[in-house]
């Protein structure tokens, strides 16, 4: 039996490598999973304590990545309503702000999820039958919806153009060869340039001839009731749910369908930006408890981290099924142990996020931005080079191309997921 003392040292070493991943730009702890998947055999540790490091940096990744998002690819005063919520906020000065609501949405949705992911894991495991087979037609909803959500006649045929396109795009590109370098045997893949490319360059490439600085960042008043504040959160759980259980579904969509077409990157008010910060944070935070009871309760991992830990496990594939599956065996911890984890992260993730995020805005805003957002373009394209090789590179500048289209004809980013859940949805 591992020491818990152990663990917990691993656990603590997993929130400062979270903390890591969260506050470097271009650098996502799902990449960081595989490649401590690819070195845990020489590390000095029990699978167990390896596991619940891996688990504690995706946790804490959650609350720390917000930060790097809302000062990178901040647009000038002129193009703000088309921009993303987070963005908008910080344009308005209130960047603090936003830094506490993702912090008590995600500290409200991890009470959330935590409360009702084993019934629900539970529930999902006894209808996984009729969810796999009904899967391409639930898909099919949710990018319907999507469309829908969107507030006008030419935003849903922008939001319709820029599904169809993603959807191709996956089609043409998920299944090509990767052979990283920084990734280990058979962990490569074409999504890391992919996402990269879709929801990470566009942005900075809109922001590279931006006018004006990032403003001062005053405000720390939440300007949500606690009534809203909750609802949102709440919501956020709900979508974290949809997320955690169907594949191709971002925490970005669930937020949007949660709260009724509100937020977003189309124009929107400040009050229901405000609700989409807390919504998204909680559906991320919310993710990664759900993400751990799938793995524990369905064998089936629905995140990179928890890809991570099965593939640490030594298990099958992710379509495991029976008793063993059942009984947690594709995990290298029992769910309540993880659960402890999860929590534990979560606790220091808060405290990190409030602590450390605002010096990140005073510090961020000051520097030169034209570098800034170009040194992050370029650590981008060399990470999507390194996890899939030259032929990633291609890829994510592609991608890249696709991902300039939804400001340009006024529909939501969240459109581009069509690159995953759109191939699945027609039966690939």
Same mark, same amino acid.
């Given at each position: 039996?591992?020491?818990?003392?152990?663990?917990?040292?691993?656990?603590?070493?997993?929130?400062?490598?979270?903390?890591?991943?969260?506050?470097?730009?271009?650098?996502?702890?799902?990449?960081?999973?595989?490649?401590?998947?690819?070195?845990?055999?020489?590390?000095?540790?029990?699978?167990?304590?390896?596991?619940?490091?891996?688990?504690?940096?995706?946790?804490?990744?959650?609350?720390?990545?917000?930060?790097?998002?809302?000062?990178?690819?901040?647009?000038?005063?002129?193009?703000?309503?088309?921009?993303?919520?987070?963005?908008?906020?910080?344009?308005?000065?209130?960047?603090?702000?936003?830094?506490?609501?993702?912090?008590?949405?995600?500290?409200?949705?991890?009470?959330?999820?935590?409360?009702?992911?084993?019934?629900?894991?539970?529930?999902?495991?006894? =209808?996984?039958?009729? $969810?796999?087979?009904? %899967? &391409?037609?639930?898909? +099919?909803? !949710? *990018?319907?919806? @999507?469309? #829908?959500?969107?507030?006008?006649?030419?935003?849903?045929?922008?939001?319709?153009?820029?599904?169809?396109?993603?959807?191709?795009?996956?089609?043409?590109?998920?299944?090509?060869?990767?052979?990283?370098?920084?990734?280990?045997?058979?962990?490569?893949?074409?999504?890391?340039?992919?996402?990269?490319?879709?929801?990470?360059?566009?942005?900075?490439?809109?922001?590279?001839?931006?006018?004006?600085?990032?403003?001062?960042?005053?405000?720390?008043?939440?300007?949500?009731?606690?009534?809203?504040?909750?609802?949102?959160?709440?919501?956020?759980? =709900?979508?974290?749910? $949809?997320?955690?259980? %169907? &594949?191709?579904?971002? +925490?970005? !969509? *669930?937020?949007? @369908?949660? #709260?009724?077409?509100?937020?977003?990157?189309?124009?929107?008010?400040?009050?229901?930006?405000?609700?989409?910060?807390?919504?998204?944070?909680?559906?991320?935070?919310?993710?990664?408890?759900?993400?751990?009871?799938?793995?524990?309760?369905?064998?089936?991992?629905?995140?990179?981290?928890?890809?991570?830990?099965?593939?640490?496990?030594?298990?099958?594939?992710?379509?495991?099924?029976?008793?063993?599956?059942?009984?947690?065996?594709?995990?290298?911890?029992?769910?309540?142990?993880?659960?402890?984890?999860?929590?534990?992260?979560?606790?220091? =993730?808060?405290?990190? $996020?409030?602590?450390?995020?605002?010096?990140?805005?005073?510090? !961020?805003?000051?520097?030169?931005?034209?570098?800034?957002?170009?040194?992050?373009?370029?650590?981008?394209?060399?990470?999507?080079?390194?996890?899939?090789?030259?032929?990633?590179?291609?890829?994510?500048?592609?991608?890249?191309?696709?991902?300039?289209?939804?400001?340009?004809?006024?529909?939501?980013?969240?459109?581009?997921?069509?690159?995953?859940?759109?191939?699945?949805?027609?039966?690939?």
């Amino acid at each position: 039996m591992v020491s818990p003392t152990i663990t917990l040292a691993f656990a603590l070493c997993g929130v400062a490598l979270g903390t890591l991943t969260g506050l470097l730009p271009g650098l996502h702890v799902n990449s960081v999973a595989f490649l401590l998947v690819g070195i845990a055999p020489g590390i000095d540790g029990p699978p167990t304590a390896v596991g619940a490091a891996i688990l504690a940096a995706g946790v804490v990744h959650t609350f720390l990545s917000i930060v790097p998002g809302l000062v990178l690819g901040v647009p000038d005063a002129a193009t703000a309503p088309g921009a993303l919520p987070g963005h908008r906020l910080v344009l308005a000065g209130c960047g603090r702000e936003a830094i506490r609501l993702s912090a008590v949405g995600s500290g409200i949705a991890l009470v959330g999820a935590v409360a009702v992911a084993l019934p629900l894991s539970h529930a999902v495991a006894a =209808g996984r039958a009729w $969810l796999l087979a009904a %899967l &391409p037609v639930l898909l +099919a909803v !949710v *990018a319907g919806l @999507l469309v #829908l959500a969107e507030p006008t006649r030419r935003a849903r045929l922008g939001g319709l153009l820029c599904l169809v396109v993603a959807t191709g795009l996956g089609f043409l590109r998920l299944d090509l060869p990767a052979t990283g370098v920084l990734t280990p045997d058979g962990a490569a893949s074409m999504l890391a340039p992919i996402f990269g490319g879709l929801f990470g360059a566009p942005i900075l490439v809109d922001a590279v001839d931006a006018d004006g600085a990032v403003p001062p960042q005053e405000g720390t008043t939440l300007g949500l009731s606690v009534t809203e504040t909750v609802r949102a959160a709440l919501s956020g759980v =709900g979508g974290g749910a $949809l997320v955690g259980y %169907l &594949p191709g579904v971002s +925490a970005g !969509v *669930a937020a949007v @369908l949660a #709260l009724g077409g509100a937020g977003g990157s189309g124009p929107a008010g400040r009050g229901s930006d405000r609700a989409y910060v807390v919504a998204t944070s909680g559906a991320d935070t919310a993710t990664a408890v759900f993400a751990v009871a799938s793995l524990a309760v369905l064998g089936a991992p629905r995140s990179g981290v928890t890809v991570a830990l099965e593939s640490l496990a030594g298990a099958g594939s992710s379509s495991a099924t029976g008793a063993s599956a059942a009984a947690g065996a594709t995990a290298p911890m029992p769910l309540a142990e993880m659960l402890l984890v999860v929590v534990l992260a979560a606790g220091l =993730g808060i405290a990190v $996020l409030l602590i450390v995020g605002e010096r990140y805005l005073l510090v !961020v805003r000051r520097l030169p931005r034209r570098p800034l957002v170009l040194g992050v373009l370029g650590l981008l394209f060399a990470l999507a080079v390194g996890f899939a090789g030259p032929l990633g590179g291609a890829v994510f500048c592609l991608a890249a191309v696709v991902g300039l289209m939804p400001p340009r004809v006024g529909a939501r980013r969240v459109h581009l997921m069509g690159v995953l859940f759109g191939p699945i949805a027609l039966g690939w």
